[in-house]
């Protein structure tokens, strides 16, 4: 799963460049995240400047 913290994204763009399946857009001033897309999330949160993606684990309580 990604996080996204709009209060601190600069709106580079940056992680639509990185990108390769249409998982992150920049569409009307916002950045859109299509989690149930096939991306190297990894690589892109990564290549935020400043933090605004972060990927977080999702763990089962099971």
């Given amino acids: 799963m990604i996080e996204y913290d709009e209060k601190i994204c600069v709106h580079c763009a940056a992680c ?3 990108s390769e399946n ?3 857009k920049f ?3 916002k950045i859109i995240i299509d989690e149930n897309k096939l991306e190297d999330w990894h690589a892109i949160a990564a290549i935020c ?3 605004a993606l972060i ?5 089962s309580s099971v």
């Fill in 16 to 18: 639509v460049s990185e």
């Fill in 55 to 59: 990927l977080k684990n999702i763990t």
């Fill in 49 to 51: 400047p400043v933090g």
């Fill in 22 to 24: 249409g998982g992150i």
């Fill in 27 to 29: 569409e009307r001033g």
